[in-house]
């Protein structure tokens, strides 16, 4: 037991009592790829703060070899099964689901199996628990080929037939899943995501030193995401294009995120718009970086900007906020739920929004530090330990078992 894990069960929790139940068997499908970042590390995490919680259900958790070392938790009640499926593409993994997944479900005798990414394997012989991440298939986007959204549309609406609960990541997707897929209201159930990048454990930076590691030579503005449309980058290059101009100082922008991946990225087009615009000096690509890096990244950041057309919940924002950055994001629904008054506000359509609130923030001082503080009490109220216990409580209820 590592000295995380020792604090965590020094410290007493008012929720310890209701998570007492009879045994369950629970699956969890872990098929993810590539970093951990995004749906990964919700994956992980939750699984993580479930192992902590939760001594008494007994675990099984569906990994790949490429992934199974996220999920190194020496525990009796928790077991990897690691799986052939072929993660690498989207497609393939989903048949791998819907067609041999069923039968390894039904040879561990699963209570339950939970799967955190939109879609459920539709022969598992047991109770199913689905958490919708976004709706973004539903929306009109350039970049969802005719195909795969015909995919996620008829197998999200048969996934929501089939499952006997549904786990939503904000109320911003709750909403969505009903005015899109018609489901209940009684059946869904509203758990946020979390974060533990809390700024009372955030290390001394060294600015300095950071800087010069991934190539920054001046104060800088932060974006965290994989680079795919929906992310809005090429229009936040023109913003910051455009306030390169108005404001005194240079700056440069750094692009955070993995840009090796091929599938759904706008990489290319991020590319191409930086060149139009001859500020190839002032953006910096760091690709993936590890958490310790990224936690960095964010406190030294003068602003962290996420000027996305359409987000689930926006895990980025939240870790930004804990680590103090001052956030400016999309006039969005579930941005407003997830940040409230404790950021500012742009039109993600508008180039000129964009380069306004870049320059009024990086202009106010007073204002980047009143946000600050706003934004780590903001980002305090989401926590894995309460997307862990939301969940539980979840599958309490779906194995209908009475909580003691």
């Known amino acids: 037991m590592d000295q995380e894990d020792k604090a965590y069960h020094n410290k007493k929790r008012p929720s310890e009592a209701k998570i007492k139940m009879r045994p369950l068997s629970i699956g969890i499908n872990a098929l993810f790829r590539g970093k951990p970042t995004g749906v990964a590390n919700y994956i992980i995490n939750l699984v993580k703060y479930l192992s902590r919680l939760d001594k008494n259900n007994k675990y099984y958790i569906f990994v790949t070899k490429s992934n199974q070392s996220y999920f190194d938790v020496a525990q009796d009640n928790l077991h990897k099964v690691i799986c052939s499926a072929n993660t690498e593409n989207p497609l393939l993994r989903r048949m791998w689901e819907q067609t041999i997944f069923p039968s390894l479900v039904h040879e561990k005798k699963l209570d339950i199996l939970h799967c955190p990414v939109n879609i459920i394997p539709l022969f598992a012989r047991c109770k199913s628990i689905v958490t919708f991440l976004d709706c973004q298939y539903f929306h009109t986007s350039p970049k969802n080929t005719f195909l795969r959204k015909y995919f996620h549309n008829i197998f999200m609406r048969l996934s929501i037939k089939k499952a006997d609960a549904i786990i939503a990541i904000s109320n911003s997707m709750k909403s969505e899943l009903l005015h899109y897929l018609r489901c209940s209201n009684n059946n869904i159930y509203v758990t946020h995501l979390g974060q533990d990048y809390s700024h009372e454990n955030n290390e001394s930076v060294d600015l300095e030193k950071m800087k010069r590691h991934f190539g920054i030579t001046r104060k800088y503005l932060l974006f965290v995401g994989f680079p795919q449309y929906r992310k809005n980058l090429p229009g936040l290059l023109k913003g910051f294009a455009m306030a390169l101009k108005k404001i005194k100082n240079s700056y440069d922008l750094v692009i955070c995120g993995d840009i090796e991946t091929k599938i759904e990225s706008d990489y290319p087009n991020i590319l191409r718009t930086i060149e139009e615009l001859e500020i190839g000096d002032y953006v910096k690509f760091t690709n993936y970086v590890e958490k310790p890096d990224l936690v960095r990244l964010m406190t030294g950041a003068e602003l962290f900007v996420f000027p996305s057309f359409y987000e689930g919940f926006g895990l980025p924002v939240i870790e930004a906020m804990a680590c103090g950055s001052p956030v400016l994001v999309s006039d969005i629904p579930v941005?407003?739920?997830?940040?409230?008054?404790?950021?500012?506000?742009?039109?993600?359509?508008?180039?000129?929004?964009?380069?306004?609130?870049?320059?009024?923030?990086?202009?106010?001082?007073?204002?980047?530090?009143?946000?600050?503080?706003?934004?780590?009490?903001?980002?305090?109220?989401?926590?894995?330990?309460?997307?862990?216990?939301?969940?539980?409580e979840c599958y309490q209820k779906i194995g209908n078992k009475r909580i003691s």
């Not at 359509?349 to 706003?374: A, F, H, M, P, V």
């Open 335 to 392: 941005m407003h739920e997830i940040v409230g008054e404790a950021g500012e506000y742009i039109d993600p359509y508008n180039i000129e929004s964009i380069s306004t609130g870049i320059c009024t923030l990086l202009s106010d001082q007073t204002l980047r530090e009143k946000l600050r503080i706003e934004g780590q009490t903001m980002a305090s109220r989401f926590t894995w330990e309460n997307t862990a216990i939301k969940t539980l």
